[in-house]
């Protein structure tokens, strides 16, 4: 069978309490970030050592045992997976000069987020709510259905104070070709997405 990702991308209203633990994520993971970013950047001014991806998944196992960072556990793992997997990434395109070297994430970034993945069903939709790692179910509007299985989602948080969520979907081609019937749909092909069109879909 022939499968197809594409992107939907909804508004979530978390209450007090899931805010409060979506904040302390994005917290988190920007934490991990940047500590790591400070370990793979002094490990190679000192000893002109690259630190792995797979070193750095095992150090943050050990800093979330220690008493003054315990606190990691508190959040979704995954999603401190994921910022390791960024950081990697980071370092992937500087060496290969597609971006520049990697800087250290601010908490005053005006919109921030945070990606993680659907594992034994732990991100799904139900009578409009939204199942999340940790967060619970949160009221989801779900502008446009689909049909497939949500790999992962990345959850933001802008400016205003809204809240998103953007879902990675793996779908069945088949289900996905219909006749156009003279219908017109515009496409804007961008750098973070590949393209999203005026349906609000995004690949």
């Known amino acids: 069978m022939e499968t197809y990702t594409m992107g939907y ?21 920007r934490f991990v970030f940047n500590h790591f970013l400070a370990v793979r950047r002094d490990q ?26 315990c606190w990691l556990k508190e959040v979704d793992s ?29 908490k005053h970034c005006h919109s921030q987020s945070y990606r993680t993945r659907n594992q034994s069903n732990g991100i799904r939709i139900v009578g409009g709510k939204l199942k999340l790692p940790k967060i619970g179910f949160v009221k989801i509007k779900q502008s446009r259905d689909f ?14 104070g809204k809240y998103f969520v ?15 019937n003279g219908g017109q749909v515009g496409i804007d092909v961008g750098l973070k997405e590949f393209y999203s069109d005026s349906n609000g879909n995004m690949v």
Do not use: H
Request: aromatic share 8%; charged share 30%.
């Open 9 to 29: 991308k909804y508004r979530i209203y978390p209450n007090k309490t899931q805010q409060n633990l979506i904040n302390r994520t994005l917290g988190c993971c």
């Open 78 to 106: 995954m999603a401190l997976q994921e910022s390791l997997r960024n950081l990697d990434t980071a370092y992937k395109n500087f060496f290969e000069k597609r971006a520049k070297y990697p800087r250290f994430k601010s």
């Open 166 to 180: 953007s879902l990675c979907v793996e779908q069945d081609i088949e289900n996905l070709r219909q006749e156009n």
């Open 147 to 160: 049909e497939g299985r949500i790999l992962n989602a990345t959850i933001s948080r802008t400016a205003s």
């Open 44 to 69: 190679w001014d000192a000893n002109r050592q690259s630190v792995t991806y797979i070193q750095t998944a095992a150090m943050l196992t050990d800093l979330k045992r220690r008493e003054e960072t």
